[in-house]
C-alpha cells in the first residue's frame, strides 16, 4: 500500500530533463507491485470527465477514490482519459503520481507535419495539432503495466460486477458524412494532416456539415452498434489509441478518420467532451447497476451557484458529481500548456488528493445512500428519467445530437 508520506515526498524518479521531455516508464526491473485494498469496499463506477490539461489533478482524484470505494469500472472522456486508465489497468499510485507528472503535454501543441503554412493556423476546420506524442507515452505505460489491449480489461467470466463487461470505458464524439467520399481511401491518407484537411474541408464546401449528427460511441462497449466492421476486433484495439481520439479537442485538435468499407461514407472521431463533460455509458435515464461517481472542478462562476447541484443531477441522475473550487495550482489555461512544468504537474496530482480528502468520502457515503433508496423505489420499474443534455459552445449547442429521452438545456459546458 501507499502510506501518507507519499503525499509528503517530492517527486525522486530522474527520468526526465527540466523541459519536460518525453518519459520513458521505467525499466522492468523497477518495482511495480499492485496495491492490496481492503475488501469490503463498496463498489461504484468513477467518471472522469473532461479536464483539459488538468490529468494530474484527476489523478489525485483517483488516489483518493480508491480509498472510499471499489471503482469496479471507469468510464471517461478526454483528459481523465489518462488517470482513468493508469488505476483501471492497475498502476499502483505511486507510479501513476510519477507518470503523470511526466505526461508531455508540451508536445499537444506541436503542429502536425506536412500541413501548408496558412493551415498552420486555421482553425475553424480540422484543427492543427497532432497528439499522438502523448498516445505513445500512454501505451508505454500502460505496456509496461501489462496492458495493451481493451482484451486486457475485460472481466473474467463469473467476475463481472452487474452490467459491466471491461474495467474502462472511453468515451468519444463521432460524425459522418452525408454521402461517400468520391474515392476508396488507402490507411496512410487516412492518417496524413493534409488529407484529413482536405476531407473535412469537402464535407464542409459540400454543406454535409457533419457536426449536425454528433454521436456518442463508447469504446469498446457501444463502438459496434455504430461502426460494425470494427465490432469484432475491438478488443484487440490499444486504449491508448482511443484515448489519444478522445483527447483531441477540435477543432484545435486533429479529428481521426475512418471511412466505412461499405459506403464509403467518411467517420470524423474526436474528444469525447463535445458530448458531454459528464460522460457515462449508464448515464441513459434508469437507474444504473451501480452508483455514479463525478468529481469535476468548477471552472466558472456559475458552476458555484446554489443550483448546481440541482442541474447536475439532472445531467446525471443516480448519480453524484461533485464540484471542486479552481485553486491556483488548477487555474490555467488550455493554451498555456507549453509552460506546465514536471513541478506544476505534480503540485496538481497534490492538490486533487487534498480536495478529494476532504469531500468525497462524505458525498461517497450519500450516494450510497441514495442509490439504495432509489434502486428500492424502482425495483419494479422499467422506466427512465429524462437526461437534460447541456448546449455546447458556438454552431455545437444547436447541432450536438438528440438522443432519445433527452431534453436539451442552454447553458454553460458541464
Same mark, same amino acid.
Given at each position: 500500500?501507499?502510506?501518507?508520506?507519499?503525499? &509528503?515526498? /517530492?517527486?525522486?524518479?530522474?527520468?526526465?530533463?527540466?523541459?519536460?521531455?518525453?518519459?520513458?516508464?521505467?525499466?522492468?526491473?523497477?518495482?511495480?507491485?499492485?496495491?492490496?485494498?481492503?475488501?469490503?469496499?463498496?463498489? +461504484?463506477?468513477?467518471?472522469?470527465?473532461?479536464?483539459?490539461?488538468?490529468?494530474?489533478?484527476?489523478?489525485?482524484?483517483?488516489?483518493?477514490?480508491?480509498?472510499?470505494?471499489?471503482?469496479?469500472?471507469?468510464?471517461?472522456?478526454?483528459?481523465?482519459?489518462?488517470?482513468?486508465?493508469?488505476?483501471?489497468?492497475?498502476?499502483? !499510485?505511486?507510479?501513476?503520481?510519477?507518470?503523470?507528472?511526466?505526461?508531455?503535454?508540451?508536445?499537444?501543441?506541436?503542429?502536425?507535419?506536412?500541413?501548408?503554412?496558412?493551415?498552420?493556423?486555421?482553425?475553424?476546420?480540422?484543427?492543427?495539432?497532432?497528439?499522438?506524442?502523448?498516445? /505513445?507515452?500512454?501505451?508505454?505505460?500502460?505496456?509496461?503495466?501489462?496492458? &495493451?489491449? +481493451?482484451?486486457?480489461?475485460?472481466?473474467?467470466?463469473? =467476475?463481472?460486477?452487474?452490467?459491466?463487461?471491461? !474495467?474502462?470505458?472511453?468515451?468519444?464524439?463521432?460524425?459522418?458524412?452525408?454521402?461517400?467520399?468520391?474515392?476508396?481511401?488507402?490507411?496512410?491518407?487516412?492518417?496524413?494532416?493534409? +488529407?484529413?484537411?482536405?476531407?473535412?474541408?469537402?464535407?464542409?464546401?459540400?454543406?454535409?456539415?457533419?457536426?449536425?449528427?454528433?454521436?456518442?460511441?463508447?469504446?469498446?462497449?457501444?463502438?459496434?452498434?455504430?461502426?460494425?466492421?470494427?465490432?469484432? /476486433?475491438?478488443?484487440?484495439?490499444?486504449?491508448?489509441?482511443?484515448?489519444?481520439?478522445?483527447?483531441? &479537442?477540435?477543432?484545435?485538435?486533429?479529428?481521426?478518420?475512418? =471511412?466505412?468499407?461499405?459506403?464509403?461514407?467518411?467517420?470524423?472521431?474526436?474528444?469525447?467532451?463535445?458530448?458531454?463533460?459528464?460522460?457515462?455509458?449508464?448515464?441513459?435515464?434508469?437507474?444504473?447497476?451501480?452508483?455514479?461517481?463525478?468529481?469535476?472542478?468548477?471552472?466558472?462562476?456559475?458552476?458555484?451557484?446554489?443550483?448546481?447541484?440541482? !442541474?447536475?443531477?439532472?445531467?446525471?441522475?443516480?448519480?453524484?458529481?461533485?464540484?471542486?473550487?479552481?485553486?491556483?495550482?488548477?487555474?490555467? !489555461?488550455?493554451?498555456?500548456?507549453?509552460?506546465?512544468?514536471?513541478?506544476?504537474?505534480?503540485?496538481?496530482?497534490?492538490?486533487?488528493?487534498?480536495?478529494?480528502?476532504?469531500?468525497?468520502?462524505?458525498?461517497?457515503?450519500?450516494?450510497?445512500?441514495?442509490?439504495? &433508496?432509489?434502486?428500492?423505489?424502482?425495483?419494479?420499474?422499467?422506466?427512465?428519467?429524462?437526461?437534460?443534455?447541456?448546449?455546447?459552445?458556438?454552431?455545437?449547442?444547436?447541432?450536438?445530437?438528440?438522443?432519445?429521452?433527452?431534453?436539451?438545456?442552454?447553458?454553460?459546458?458541464?
Amino acid at each position: 500500500m501507499i502510506h501518507e508520506d507519499l503525499l &509528503q515526498k /517530492e517527486l525522486e524518479y530522474p527520468g526526465t530533463d527540466s523541459l519536460g521531455s518525453l518519459w520513458e516508464p521505467p525499466s522492468s526491473d523497477r518495482a511495480h507491485v499492485r496495491e492490496k485494498h481492503p475488501a469490503g469496499r463498496a463498489p +461504484f463506477i468513477a467518471v472522469l470527465g473532461s479536464s483539459g490539461f488538468r490529468a494530474s489533478w484527476q489523478a489525485g482524484l483517483a488516489h483518493v477514490l480508491e480509498e472510499i470505494g471499489e471503482p469496479v469500472r471507469w468510464d471517461l472522456a478526454s483528459g481523465g482519459t489518462i488517470p482513468g486508465l493508469a488505476a483501471a489497468v492497475g498502476l499502483n !499510485r505511486y507510479w501513476r503520481r510519477i507518470a503523470n507528472a511526466g505526461a508531455p503535454t508540451h508536445k499537444i501543441l506541436k503542429p502536425a507535419q506536412g500541413l501548408r503554412w496558412f493551415e498552420r493556423k486555421n482553425l475553424d476546420l480540422a484543427g492543427v495539432f497532432d497528439i499522438a506524442a502523448v498516445e /505513445e507515452w500512454l501505451a508505454a505505460w500502460l505496456a509496461w503495466a501489462g496492458v &495493451q489491449t +481493451f482484451r486486457d480489461l475485460r472481466y473474467d467470466d463469473g =467476475q463481472a460486477p452487474a452490467g459491466v463487461s471491461h !474495467r474502462a470505458g472511453i468515451c468519444v464524439s463521432m460524425w459522418r458524412t452525408d454521402r461517400p467520399f468520391p474515392t476508396r481511401c488507402t490507411s496512410s491518407q487516412l492518417r496524413d494532416p493534409e +488529407f484529413i484537411h482536405h476531407a473535412f474541408r469537402w464535407a464542409f464546401f459540400s454543406r454535409q456539415f457533419p457536426w449536425r449528427r454528433f454521436r456518442q460511441v463508447w469504446v469498446p462497449d457501444t463502438i459496434g452498434e455504430h461502426l460494425p466492421w470494427l465490432k469484432n /476486433e475491438i478488443d484487440d484495439h490499444s486504449p491508448a489509441f482511443w484515448a489519444r481520439v478522445s483527447m483531441s &479537442q477540435w477543432p484545435a485538435c486533429l479529428p481521426t478518420v475512418f =471511412q466505412d468499407p461499405a459506403t464509403l461514407q467518411l467517420i470524423f472521431l474526436a474528444d469525447g467532451g463535445h458530448i458531454d463533460n459528464q460522460p457515462s455509458l449508464f448515464n441513459d435515464g434508469r437507474l444504473p447497476p451501480l452508483p455514479l461517481l463525478n468529481p469535476r472542478l468548477a471552472q466558472n462562476r456559475r458552476h458555484s451557484e446554489p443550483g448546481r447541484r440541482h !442541474r447536475d443531477s439532472r445531467r446525471m441522475p443516480f448519480g453524484g458529481v461533485v464540484r471542486f473550487e479552481v485553486t491556483p495550482e488548477t487555474n490555467f !489555461r488550455s493554451l498555456q500548456a507549453r509552460g506546465l512544468t514536471l513541478p506544476a504537474r505534480d503540485a496538481m496530482w497534490r492538490r486533487g488528493v487534498i480536495q478529494g480528502r476532504q469531500k468525497l468520502a462524505s458525498e461517497f457515503t450519500e450516494l450510497l445512500r441514495r442509490h439504495s &433508496q432509489a434502486r428500492e423505489r424502482r425495483a419494479q420499474l422499467d422506466s427512465r428519467l429524462i437526461i437534460e443534455i447541456p448546449g455546447l459552445h458556438g454552431f455545437q449547442a444547436i447541432a450536438a445530437a438528440k438522443r432519445a429521452g433527452t431534453r436539451r438545456a442552454f447553458d454553460h459546458r458541464s
